[in-house]
């Protein structure tokens, strides 16, 4: 079966210092993959998405990074964290490219800029 | 763009009520998906459905699917506290992301003992 796992679960960083979310996927093949971010009052709002290695796009620019190494590894990263920043990170993939294919979500990040 | 709304945003009634959560658009969308979040876990699927008019039942859930497909509802029946969670529905469209999807932005559901 597959599974996904995240880490870390929760951190607290300060306003300038960098970034390091990291996501893996476990039991399956060039899965597409995806970073959100869920803020209260706003909704889930998809970050990054990745259909293979090196292949990263980007659906808000910010001050935040992605990349994907392996087919089945994604990071999200900053060089400097930026208190609006702050809010539940969610790894993501699903199979294939079809629209509309079931997310799978992974258990998410607490970040908290101060 | 689309849009999805959700309504109500929070809601709070006691175990045993009936309760029923609606995900309205002025955009029509090939199906729609809905989604429960428990606090600090990640969205997971309940249902997807596809044909304009479409009911499907989950035990004491149902969803329906707008004739037109621009909205869909889930109805909790004899609602009980491992109900509570955060409800997303998540419409599949041309407007969608690369993911496809375009979430709303979700009813918080406390279901008290």
């Known amino acids: 079966s597959q599974t996904i796992h995240q880490w870390p679960a929760t951190l607290v960083q300060p306003v300038g210092s960098p970034l390091s979310l990291e996501c893996t996927v476990e039991g399956t093949s060039n899965p597409n993959l995806y970073w959100y971010r869920q803020a209260a009052g706003r909704g889930l709002q998809l970050l990054f998405y990745s259909v293979g290695i090196g292949q990263i796009s980007s659906e808000v620019p910010q001050n935040l990074s992605a990349s994907r190494p392996q087919d089945r590894q994604f990071i999200l990263s900053s060089k400097k964290l930026l208190l609006s920043d702050s809010g539940f990170y969610l790894c993501a993939w699903s199979i294939g490219r079809r629209s509309g294919n079931t997310i799978y979500f992974g258990e998410g990040s607490w970040l908290t800029v101060v | 763009t689309q849009l999805l709304e959700q309504s109500p945003q929070f809601l709070s009634i006691q175990e045993g009520e009936n309760l029923t959560v609606y995900c309205n658009s002025s955009s029509v969308f090939s199906s729609l998906q809905w989604y429960r979040q428990e606090p600090g876990e990640g969205p997971v699927l309940l249902v997807t459905v596809v044909t304009g008019g479409e009911v499907k039942k989950l035990k004491r859930l149902t969803f329906q699917f707008g004739d037109a497909r621009k909205d869909s509802s889930l109805h909790i029946t004899a609602a009980q506290p491992g109900d509570t969670g955060l409800y997303l529905c998540?419409?599949?469209?041309?407007?969608?992301?690369?993911?496809?999807?375009?979430f709303g932005k979700g009813t918080h559901l406390i279901i008290q003992p």
């Open positions: 998540a419409g599949v469209g041309s407007g969608g992301g690369a993911d496809g999807l375009t």
